[in-house]
């Protein structure tokens, strides 16, 4: 099989390609480029899974970057077992026909416990006295102490959150190139997430964003020259774009406002518990997921989101079939935010009742999705918190502010103009269109043909 390296620059679209990316715009201008049509949602995860597989989510069962587990009655969001994809991948296919191929995984999601042969992603240490260290995952495990011994610990904190930039970036793609030369896989998967911050705190634009994407303008400059002086052949790709808005939509507080929601209250700050609920929202970007665990309230439900402002799409099970995301996993409803609007889980009336895990970084505690943890209500006060961390105090870095109206970017909805559409950049002409199961078709090709 031939060499093939994926690279995943996520945010990537034709708004923010030109005078502050060189490189990118020149690389682009020798090869060929393609837009990919939106997947419903158009999301992390879900892309991602239907990049490798092929499939829709309603095959692959990854309906958002999280959902509701019936099972047990929890929200859960980022997790990381690759079991959770049902779908065969592509590695595992390229196995079939050839033993010698191996590949390794450099951050893409669900990256652990899969059958890639080298696989790199976040996972912090969480200690018994409460903090949460930066660090990694691996296989085989003695790759994450090589890496980190060679390119220093992997810096968790500029990975997502307030001080979320390139030295996270980089150190992923400092991570592939040492794993190249110490395994030289046939398929490499690599991830870049940095325009992911700055164009959700800013927007596409282009004054106020400069700086980031000359920053990764550099690091894809570095990885395709690094990969072509091996023979490899490269695919610039990305998940989706990100779109201006400034509407957010607390549907939790109009549920509550409406009798369906459940809140228990613990040392005076209210929590969501959806097992208990009559029907809630998990919100996802520019999607979300409404579960009804009262059937009898589905008129109401229904009614509320027809009258609700911002949302463009409400699709049942049957509708939800015809947009391939309908799964076991799927909510009753799935909601798709008007192009200026995105969903926030926002669930309390009063700031003051706000849980504690509001005003932190923390993505498995929310029951969705927090763009505004890319915020921070005050460097005085991190820097205070982190002054204490360094005396030995125990601390909370609660600094993350409660105003959505601070988000400036969001993605996760299907009817976007050309500029924001997800991107990709081959060697060899595929179509000016895709969809995003033919991502895998185009990776297949470049491996075998």
Known sequence: MHKTVVIDIVGLSASVIGAHTPFIQKYISEHHFSTIEPL???????????YLTGKFPSETGIVGNGWYDHADAEVK?????????????????????DPNFTCANMFWWYNMYSTVDYSVTPRPNYLADGRKLPDCYSQPAELRDYLQDKLGQFPLFQFWGPGANIKSTRWIADAAMETEKLHNPTLTLIYLPHLDYCLQKFGPDLEKIKPELQEIDQVVSDLVRFYEEKGARIILLSEYGIAPVNNPIHLNRLFRENGLIQIREERGLELLDPGASKAFVVADHQIAHVYINDKSVTKQVKSLLKNAAGIELVLDKEEQEKHHINHERSGDLVLVAKENSWFSYYFWLDD?????????????????????????????RAGYKLLRKKAGFRYVMDVIPLDATLVKGSHGRTNVTDEYKPVLVTSKPVGKTLHA????????????V
């Open 40 to 50: 419903l949602p158009a999301v992390t995860t879900s892309v991602q899974s239907s």
């Open 77 to 97: 969001f980022w997790k990381q077992s690759n079991k959770l994809v049902n779908a065969e991948k592509i590695w595992d296919q390229a196995k079939k026909e």
């Open 352 to 380: 003051a009742k706000a849980p504690d895990y509001a005003r932190v970084v923390d993505i498995h505690k929310k029951p969705g999705y927090d763009p505004v943890e890319m915020f921070m209500t005050s460097k005085l």
């Open 437 to 448: 199961p033919d991502v895998y078709d185009v990776i297949w090709e470049s491996l075998t």
